[in-house]
């Protein structure tokens, strides 16, 4: 991948991370503008002679910089309460996944398919084969059906863990007895990387997340 294509966030493949990625679009544009404005007022400060010793208010002046970043705030705030609550109403039905953390690696179980509880491990550096990717393949992946909503519940067997999946807008704590639950919905099939989120330990960077979401129909066989 190029350097430029890392600088980016991951393509979304859920509505909710469409919408996220359009509120960062949103408020990148917010602090491009605050601080270009802010870097040519500084760059004119040095150059112009317009300061005065005797000059202490300007009541017209103090009033419109104070309203303006008042607006900018609020054109900040109302998409993104908007995307907080369209994140807690994401429906919480479908197929559950339950994924529980443990140091240092994940496992899952998908109870109403039946699927009993198994390990996913990352797969090693002399195991990868050509075109993986290291430190993101395991060896047995979540499977999840597209295009419809699906719960992710997580837990943990010993630590704090996070259970994350960018490009689902997905990004949940598993905390040791209890459980912490999710909705997501996939729109495409396809294969999904994500990586645990909260220090767990010394192979917390070894222990990443691979969901694979395939056609209701597959996924059901
Ligand atoms: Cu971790």
Redesign the pocket.
Known sequence: MSFWGQLNLMDPASPIQAEMLLFHDHAIVLLIGIFSFVALIGVKLVFNKFSSRTMHEAQQLETIWTIVPALLLIWLALPSLRLLYLLDEQSGSGIILKST?H??YWSYEIPSVGLESFDSYMVQEPDLEHGDYRLLEVDNRAALPSHMSSTVITTSAD????WTLPSMGVKMDAVPGRLNTMGMFIETPGIFYG???????A???M?PIVVEAIDIADFLA
Do not use: D, T
């Open positions: 953390g140091q240092w630590v704090l863990h996070e990586q645990c989120s909260e220090i767990c330990g192979n917390h960077s222990k």
